[in-house]
C-alpha cells in the first residue's frame, strides 16, 4: 500500500467546518449579547463610544483568553473596540512567544501626586 494516496471525502470535511462555524457563532452570539446587555457600549480601553450603527466593531474580550468560561455575571468579559482588541491579543501572543510572564491588562499608569496633601495644614493656619 506505499504510495497510494487516500483523498478525503469534501463533503464531509465541509460538514465538519461548517458545523464547527455554526457552533462558534451559536456560542458567540450567546456571550455577546449578554455582554452587551451587561456593559455600556463603550471600548473598555480607548474609551470609544458605539452606537447601533456601528456596534459591529465593538468586540468581546475574554481575560483569560478562555472563551468557553462565559460566567453570566460577565465577569471574564470587557468590551473592546476592533483595534484594542487586537492590540489586547497581540500582547498576549507577544508575551507568550518571547517568554514575558506579564499577561495582565495593562492599567493605565497611577497617580503619585497628591495635589490636596497639604490642604488641612494650610486651612488651620489661615483660622
Not at 506505499?2 to 467546518?17: H, K, Y
Not at 455600556?40 to 483568553?65: K, S, Y
Not at 453570566?72 to 468590551?79: I, K, V
Request: hydrophobic residues 30%.
Amino acid at each position: 500500500m506505499a504510495g497510494t494516496s487516500r483523498t478525503p471525502d469534501q463533503a464531509r470535511l465541509d460538514r465538519i467546518v461548517a458545523a464547527a462555524q455554526a457552533e462558534r457563532l451559536k456560542r458567540e452570539q450567546g456571550y455577546r449579547e449578554q455582554a452587551l446587555r451587561l456593559f455600556p457600549w463603550i471600548c473598555g480601553r480607548c474609551g470609544r463610544e458605539f452606537g447601533r450603527a456601528n456596534l459591529r466593531e465593538l468586540t468581546v474580550h475574554h481575560r483569560d483568553h478562555d472563551h468557553d468560561n462565559n460566567p453570566p455575571d460577565g465577569s471574564n468579559w470587557e468590551l473592546l473596540c476592533l483595534y484594542c482588541h487586537d492590540h489586547e491579543h497581540s500582547r498576549y501572543v507577544d508575551a507568550a512567544r518571547y517568554g514575558n510572564g506579564d499577561l495582565r491588562p495593562s492599567d493605565p499608569p497611577t497617580a503619585t501626586h497628591k495635589a490636596l496633601a497639604g490642604l488641612g495644614e494650610l486651612l488651620k493656619r489661615r483660622r
